[in-house]
T-cell receptor, first 114, second 118 residues
Framework: GAGVSQSPSNKVTEKGKDVELRCDPISGHTALYWYRQSLGQGLEFLIYFQGNSAPDKSGLPSDRFSAERTGGSVSTLTIQRTQQEDSAVYLC????????????FGPGTRLLVL | AQSVTQLDSQVPVFEEAPVELRCNYSSSVSVYLFWYVQYPNQGLQLLLKYLSGSTLVKGINGFEAEFNKSQTSFHLRKPSVHISDTAEYFCAVSDFGAGGTSYGKLTFGQGTILTVHP
């Protein structure tokens, strides 16, 4: 079946612009996670959704970052007023239920802020 | 806060040799443990996971890992590597919150690049 998909695969933007990153989880997966992979910080947790609610937003690095999930499916991560330090690969993962179930990762969106 | 240490950033090895990639975590509470692999220009793929029970866990592609609670370690091993095992390997931990359950938030190590030479 289809895996986790993310779009766009690559995004180049200018400092100060807003960007939206999209994640389509595996159908039926209730849990959705966003992570960020950067050279300096490695792989970091950003936010977790259970259904449409986000019980844990503790990893969002600043208030410029926000995310939502609608219909228990698609999620959008928005970065406002992008900065060069936001350059990274943003990964989305989903699992059938939260906890010990395997998280399936998407291919990521590579964001470059000039 | 939970932390994960992968002791080797790079491990070069010859084909058909054994390999061990080391991982230590900080939490003394109950945890779930995972190893993920990232092949060049691909996404993360689960190799194996420890949830409970037997401390020796077998995964895909001939990999296995052993959970050692007293040493808070979860080292990954393969008795004979192939060229195709060249990739970056990540150890990850999901710990239990105050409610005694895990919701799956993963804390990753910095990764170990395994390079298999012919």
């Amino acid at each position: 079946g289809a895996g986790v998909s993310q779009s766009p695969s690559n995004k180049v933007t200018e400092k100060g612009k807003d960007v939206e990153l999209r994640c389509d989880p595996i159908s039926g997966h209730t849990a959705l996670y966003w992570y960020r992979q950067s050279l300096g910080q490695g792989l970091e947790f950003l936010i977790y959704f259970q259904g449409n609610s986000a019980p844990d937003k503790s990893g969002l690095p600043s208030d410029r970052f926000s995310a939502e999930r609608t219909g228990g499916s698609v999620s959008t991560l928005t970065i406002q007023r992008t900065q060069q330090e936001d350059s990274a690969v943003y990964l989305c993962a989903s699992s059938l239920v939260p906890g010990k179930e395997t998280q399936y990762f998407g291919p990521g969106t590579r964001l470059l802020v000039l | 806060a939970q932390s994960v240490t992968q002791l080797d950033s790079q491990v070069p090895v010859f084909e058909e040799a054994p390999v061990e990639l080391r991982c230590n975590y900080s939490s003394s509470v109950s945890v779930y443990l995972f190893w993920y692999v990232q092949y060049p220009n691909q996404g993360l793929q689960l190799l194996l996971k420890y949830l409970s029970g037997s401390t020796l866990v077998k995964g895909i592609n001939g990999f296995e890992a052993e959970f050692n609670k007293s040493q808070t370690s979860f080292h990954l091993r393969k008795p004979s590597v192939h060229i195709s095992d060249t990739a970056e390997y990540f150890c990850a931990v999901s710990d239990f919150g105050a409610g005694g359950t895990s919701y799956g938030k993963l804390t990753f190590g910095q990764g170990t690049i395994l390079t298999v030479h012919p």
